[in-house]
């Protein structure tokens, strides 16, 4: 039987907000348009707008109001990032009309922005791999960071980012003991994250869940993958994560015997 895959975001964003514990890590994420744009960039300044389908992180750009440090006197604009390009714009409408011409009639998402923790002024975040276990329960079996690319605002490889322990990247933020505390609380999220989201979708055997941890430690969901790449996991120091990576892949058929 074929290993289940969701392509929505959308979809999966609405099927991990009708689990009570869950819905405190998902960041207020709608469908993407003016009014949701207004008001989401009035409540939280920086916002990011990604297709409802893609990956690699295609797509992904960010809003957010600037202003000229150096002119006090200038009026605010509107900052719309893509890539490593940036584009300003003296109205949120003005953007808007850009922005919808490139949209077309895709769907696309509006999400609060996460404001995340950096590593050597490069913003990262942490992918979680959480696999049917060969007993046929959920396990979160390994982490690994992910650093942006420099001037990028995505963190994603394909993207030109890169890797990273997450105990190099957390270990200048974090005691030993918030680190082991929220190590638990993401181990816990992510079989919680794959059992919900198998409720609906019974064929689903792993996921990799994309998590931000903001400026206050809290921990927040950026996306849900349902096909994650399990390569960056061989460039641990402990072989044994990938180890037993691959053999829960083995047993679930995403790699052969």
Excluded at 37 to 63: A, C, F, Q, R, W
Excluded at 129 to 135: A, H
Excluded at 241 to 254: E, L, N
């Amino acid at each position: 039987m074929a290993i289940q895959r969701i392509a929505s975001k959308w979809e999966k964003t609405i099927i991990l907000k009708q689990r009570e514990m869950i819905r405190p890590y998902i960041p207020d994420t709608r469908k993407y348009d003016f009014e949701h744009l207004k008001e989401m960039v009035g409540i939280y300044g920086l916002v990011y707008v990604k297709p409802d389908h893609g990956t690699y992180g295609n797509g992904v750009m960010s809003i957010e109001p600037w202003k000229d440090d150096f002119d006090p006197e200038s009026p605010i604009q509107y900052k719309l990032r893509f890539g490593i390009q940036s584009e300003l714009y003296p109205t949120l409408e003005e953007l808007h009309a850009t922005l919808s011409s490139r949209i077309g009639k895709k769907i696309f998402l509006i999400q609060k922005g996460i404001h995340l923790l950096t590593y050597r002024r490069r913003k990262f975040d942490i992918r979680a791999l959480v696999q049917k276990t060969p007993k046929k329960t959920w396990e979160t079996t390994g982490f690994i960071g992910r650093i942006a690319a420099q001037q990028k605002i995505i963190t994603n490889y394909h993207g030109g980012g890169s890797i990273a322990p997450i105990e190099e990247l957390l270990g200048p933020h974090l005691e030993p003991k918030e680190f082991a505390k929220i190590y638990k609380e993401m181990k816990s999220l992510g079989i919680h994250v794959a059992a919900q989201l198998a409720r609906r979708f019974p064929n689903l055997k792993e996921i990799g869940l994309d998590i931000a941890i903001d400026e206050q430690h809290q921990i927040w969901i950026l996306e849900v993958n349902t096909l994650p790449a399990l390569f960056p996991f061989k460039s641990l120091e402990n072989k044994d994560i990938y180890k037993k990576i691959h053999r829960y892949a083995v047993s679930y058929g995403r790699f052969k015997k």
